[in-house]
């Protein structure tokens, strides 16, 4: 710029002052070309800047969307994952108590049998008992011409008023039949 200056005093184009204000122009040509050019710079780094720090917005938001909803797909299949375990959880209750079930169904049957068993032994354990007091009573049935009785002894009155009574006296006394004469006689 002082080259401007020189060269146009040696050329006399200007005189005096003159060549101070072409420079003063030429400055400010060139001033304003390069603050031009450095806002621009500046402006293409801020817009670049804040085109960037966008970006990472939107990178940061799609990231937590995504980590929402993978946190959502996995509570998800957690809730599957529960009712899948409460779903199994219910069937090996309901196979233990199926096979509680069955168990309780196998002793009753146990129970059923065991008790028939007893029944038939009690059965049999009452014609032993039963026996001589009936064959004795059939005995004693035919000597008098009565039907002789079959089945189980009770004590009912025949129905002949004192008869009976006559009879078992005379029996105890004469054979000793003593310890009989409660399952024989109906009263005594």
């Known amino acids: 710029m002082g080259q401007m200056g020189a060269d146009a005093s040696a050329a006399g184009a200007f005189g005096g002052s003159r060549h101070g204000v072409a420079e003063a122009e030429t400055n400010k040509n060139y001033f304003d ?34 980590n929402q909803q993978a946190e959502i797909s996995g509570m998800g299949m957690q809730n599957q994952a529960a009712a899948l375990l409460a779903g199994l959880s219910g069937q090996q209750r309901d196979q233990v108590f199926g096979d509680a079930q069955v168990m309780s169904d196998i002793g009753a049957e146990k129970q059923g049998m065991n008790q028939a068993e007893l029944d038939l032994a009690y059965g049999q354990f009452l014609e032993k008992y039963n026996y001589p007091v009936e064959h004795e009573l059939s005995v004693l049935q035919s000597a ?27 029996m105890n006394d004469a054979y000793g039949f003593g310890h009989y004469r409660n399952k024989i006689c109906s009263s005594g």
């Open 33 to 66: 070309a390069v603050s031009d050019m450095v806002s621009g710079q500046r402006q293409a780094g801020y817009e670049d800047s804040f085109n960037r720090h966008m970006q990472d917005l939107g990178l940061q938001t799609q990231v937590g969307l995504t």
């Open 144 to 170: 008098f011409g009565q039907a002789p009785m079959s089945g189980k002894v009770t004590s009912e009155s025949s129905g002949t008023g004192g008869g009976g009574k006559i009879i078992c006296s005379m």
